[in-house]
């Protein structure tokens, strides 16, 4: 067994597809398929001792970066750093305590740079005046004032407001942690202090828009991303914790499934705790949806550089605590077909004028593709959205967010965002990120929009209008985005049971 399909399957195993009790359970059981690659020193990335060859990436750039860096090897390490572990382990180098505890029991507040990543214990916060404040709390910088925040620590509040600096809502916890204040000393300290304490450990999130895949996927990164920058410990993966969203609206989303893969206990919003002083035994402020130069939203990339370790392990870990069923070989007489999915939208803008006619020109091309088009709206079960995309090979659809599916392909897929819109770099960027390839249209002459767009904010706008496009142009790009997937180890691994077989068998 080669070391790269043991790194991948040891820090799955170690950290994130099992907790860590199961990895134990692994190891005294003589089933289990991995007992015998625990313990190997495999390694995220992040750590002070984690060897290169160790790591979890497969991160690469076999493309030029066009002038961003003068080597070969400072493109990897830029990418590593913007995009991969290596950002990271940035966010965990920089952790800074600003509130230092003196003695037993009392508080601790520690953060990353410009306060992007906060963590606490024994952390009070005040929500006592949110009940004579009935307006509702979204995106809101306001929400704590002087004091409502503190601990009984010593801050060094000149250190704190200098990293303070990134004051927008979904940038940093600057809003937040600018209030903090040290809490006196009593001399019987722990009476009523607080009306609650909530000792389960407790995410304090404020999300992006929660009806946008792209937008709140962002959020389900980030929160991913800072169960590393928390601390590798046993209970990094552990699904006892509470969520607490920073706003006064219920939450709903068609993706809020997603949360069970962080945490099993019910979500908690401001108003949970209105009118209380809640004391937080363990809590985290993790890294947010819109700092800049931070995952996923209008992050510039180097060029030339794919395949992040930490999307790959981001799609894994929520494929696999969703309980998404991987792809098995196939039957190994039979030819596999490759397998197109389309995603058709049913919005007002941005159709295919032509579908039927796309999709007739798949179903007639010699290669025999198995063609399924689907639309996934708001009310489409969304385990039932990510079965159907871990069982494609080559995904189809018009720019929308609803490309951010690309997410959860199987490693070997593409993507053909048929049309771009004139927004070049959003999800062939983010395909780059998760590591499959993309495709897109790249003949203007061969597609044609029903009229110029109409912007809702008055003006023509590409992203406004429906289009038809050339099939045989369609069917071109499709087969190179097949070839592409036909040729991939990962795929050919797959259906030729022979070899996916006797590497089981060396398990
Ligand atoms: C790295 O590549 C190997 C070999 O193709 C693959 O088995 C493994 O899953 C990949 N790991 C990641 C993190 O992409
Ligand atoms: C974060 O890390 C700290 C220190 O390692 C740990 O005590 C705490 O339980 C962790 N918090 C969560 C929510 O996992
Ligand atoms: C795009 O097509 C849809 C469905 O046919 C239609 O409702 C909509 O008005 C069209 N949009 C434009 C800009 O023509
Ligand atoms: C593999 O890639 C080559 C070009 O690199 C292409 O000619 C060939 O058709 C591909 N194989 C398959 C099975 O598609």
């Known amino acids: 067994m080669n070391q790269i399909a043991i790194v991948s399957l040891v820090a799955v195993i170690l950290s994130q597809k099992v907790a860590v009790n199961e990895a134990e359970k692994c190891q005294r059981s003589n089933s289990c398929a991995f007992?015998?690659?625990?313990?190997?020193?495999?390694?995220?990335?992040?750590?002070?001792?984690?060897?290169?060859?160790?790591?979890?990436?497969?991160?690469?750039?076999?493309?030029?970066?066009?002038?961003?860096?003068?080597?070969?090897?400072?493109?990897?390490?830029?990418?590593?750093?913007?995009a991969d572990f290596g950002f990271l382990k940035h966010q965990i180098q920089s952790k800074t305590v600003f509130c230092k505890p003196e003695a037993d029991g009392d508080s601790l507040l520690e953060c990353t740079q410009y306060l992007q990543f906060c963590r606490g214990s024994n952390l009070y916060i005040d929500f006592r005046d949110l009940v004579s404040r009935p307006e509702a709390f979204r995106y809101k910088m306001d929400v704590l004032k002087q004091g409502q925040i503190g601990g009984k620590c010593k801050l060094n509040k000149p250190s704190l407001i200098s990293e303070a600096t990134h004051l927008s809502p979904l940038q940093s916890w600057a809003p937040e942690m600018q209030h903090f204040e040290e809490l006196p000393r009593q001399v019987n300290s722990q009476s009523n202090m607080c009306d609650i304490y909530i000792d389960k450990p407790t995410y304090i999130m404020k999300i992006d828009?929660?009806?946008?895949?792209?937008?709140?996927?962002?959020?389900?990164?980030?929160?991913?991303?800072?169960?590393?920058?928390?601390?590798?410990?046993?209970?990094?993966?552990?699904r006892d914790v509470n969520?607490?969203?920073?706003?006064?609206?219920?939450?709903?989303?068609?993706?809020?499934?997603?949360?069970?893969?962080?945490?099993?206990?019910?979500l908690m919003n401001l108003r949970t705790f209105q009118g209380k002083r809640v004391c937080f035994r363990e809590v985290v402020f993790p890294l947010l949806p819109r700092m800049i130069f931070g995952l996923y939203y209008n992050t510039p990339v180097v060029w030339g550089c794919q395949e992040s370790g930490l999307f790959h392990a981001f799609s894994e870990f929520v494929l696999h605590r969703l309980k998404i069923p991987?792809?098995?070989?196939?039957?190994?007489?039979?030819?596999?077909?490759?397998?197109?999915?389309?995603?058709s939208r049913n919005t007002q803008y941005r159709r295919i004028q032509n579908e039927k006619e796309l999709i007739d020109k798949l179903k007639s091309s010699s290669r025999r593709y198995s063609v399924r088009r689907v639309e996934f709206s708001h009310d489409t079960d969304f385990r039932h959205q990510l079965?159907?995309?871990?069982?494609?090979?080559?995904?189809?659809?018009?720019?929308?967010?609803?490309?951010?599916?690309?997410?959860?392909?199987?490693?070997w897929a593409a993507v053909f965002e048929l049309y771009n819109c004139g927004d070049e770099h959003c999800y062939a960027d983010l395909a780059r990120l998760r590591g499959v390839h993309y495709r897109t249209w790249t003949d203007a002459t061969k597609l044609k929009a029903q009229d110029e767009g109409h912007h809702p904010e008055g003006g023509p706008h590409a992203k406004f209008t429906n289009y038809s496009f050339d099939s045989e142009e369609f069917l071109r790009i499709v087969d190179l985005a097949t070839?592409?997937?036909?040729?991939?180890?990962?795929?050919?691994?797959?259906?030729n049971t022979q070899t996916s077989e006797s590497e089981r068998d060396e398990l």
């Open 483 to 495: 070839n592409h997937v036909a040729n991939h180890s990962a795929y050919r691994m797959l259906h």
């Open 243 to 266: 969520i607490l969203i920073w706003e006064t609206y219920s939450y709903y989303s068609n993706f809020g499934i997603t949360w069970s893969a962080f945490t099993q206990n019910p």
């Open 209 to 238: 828009a929660t009806v946008n895949m792209y937008h709140h996927f962002c959020d389900f990164f980030n929160l991913y991303a800072s169960l590393h920058v928390n601390g590798t410990t046993t209970q990094m993966f552990s």
């Open 387 to 411: 079965k159907v995309i871990q069982d494609t090979d080559v995904l189809i659809g018009m720019h929308g967010a609803g490309l951010t599916h690309l997410l959860f392909l199987p490693d």
């Open 326 to 343: 991987k792809r098995l070989p196939t039957d190994r007489q039979e030819k596999p077909r490759i397998k197109i999915t389309l995603l």
């Open 35 to 82: 007992r015998n690659i625990l313990n190997t020193g495999l390694c995220w990335g992040y750590e002070k001792d984690c060897p290169k060859h160790l790591s979890y990436s497969n991160a690469s750039c076999p493309e030029d970066h066009k002038g961003w860096v003068s080597s070969k090897s400072q493109q990897l390490q830029t990418f590593d750093e913007q």
